[in-house]
């Protein structure tokens, strides 16, 4: 583990939770051996004509050993507006990792999330695939591809006025393409796409794109940005069917 405590740093989020979370941008390059993992912190807000506050706390935390390698996420996003609360939403991911062969790994996950605005009192999900090296060049360039499959229970809130209130359960198919490039020892660009259509129903279908720059300050210290396109072809009443969402903070890792 690396000689470093774990720091909150203050950086500016906008956007609204998606139904896919991009895990690839979050386990860039090569793991290192034994613990490691970072902490965020996001505080904005307004006063004057609108009152606004706006907060978001997140982590990571992985081992790594061998061809296995663990981690865990966890986020919480809430805000207010005038005294009325607008964002309210919790995340958590855990992930079990072997790379049982150079280009080719297999994994599990578990994932537990809500998110009020959207009407999602719970989703729960247990899924597994395997992930491909399709290219890769040093530590520079990266091309990953990955297959798999998950089961998920989802409830949504009743509301006034809607009629798909209540639980659902069923599979998805999940894919993904990652693209990783480092462009100097400083600068790395990311894109990811996924797709995940429902397996008794190819029509309902989530896909999302991610593109993400991150600038190393130091060997601790970095600046992140980054612009999310997410769309559902059959989002729950009175949701939008697409998201265009972008970040820009900093991260400290140990």
């Given at each position: 583990?690396?000689?470093?405590?774990?720091?909150?740093?203050?950086?500016?989020?906008?956007?609204?939770?998606?139904?896919?979370?991009?895990?690839?941008?979050?386990?860039?390059?090569?793991?290192?051996?034994?613990?490691?993992?970072?902490?965020?912190?996001?505080?904005?807000?307004?006063?004057?004509?609108?009152?606004?506050?706006?907060?978001?706390?997140?982590?990571r935390l992985q081992h790594h050993r061998d061809q296995t390698t663990n981690f865990a996420i966890l986020s919480y996003e809430y805000g207010e507006t005038n005294d009325r609360r607008n964002t309210n939403a919790t995340f958590l991911h855990a992930r079990h990792i072997v790379q049982y062969r150079p280009t080719r790994a297999w994994e599990a996950y578990l994932q537990a999330e809500q998110d009020e605005f959207t009407r999602l009192s719970f989703r729960g999900l247990a899924g597994g695939g395997l992930r491909f090296t399709l290219m890769e060049e040093d530590d520079r360039i990266g091309l990953y591809l990955g297959a798999g499959a998950y089961y998920t229970r989802e409830t949504l809130e009743q509301r006034a006025g809607l009629s798909d209130d209540g639980t659902d359960e069923y599979g998805r198919a999940s894919f993904y393409l990652s693209y990783q490039h480092k462009l100097n020892p400083q600068v790395s660009l990311m894109s990811t796409t996924y797709y995940q259509p429902r397996l008794d129903d190819g029509d309902d279908f989530r896909a999302l794109e991610q593109a993400s720059l991150r600038v190393k300050m130091n060997d601790r210290l970095s600046l992140k940005l980054s612009v999310d396109i997410s769309h559902d072809s059959r989002p729950p009443q009175a949701v939008e069917k697409t998201d265009v969402s972008y970040f820009t903070g900093l991260s400290y890792s140990f």
């Open positions: 583990m690396k000689n470093a405590v774990p720091f909150a740093l203050a950086c500016l989020w906008a956007g609204q939770a998606s139904a896919i979370v991009n895990i690839e941008n979050m386990r860039v390059g090569a793991p290192e051996p034994g613990y490691s993992g970072h902490i965020d912190l996001a505080v904005s807000g307004d006063s004057g004509n609108t009152e606004t506050t706006e907060a978001s706390l997140g982590g």
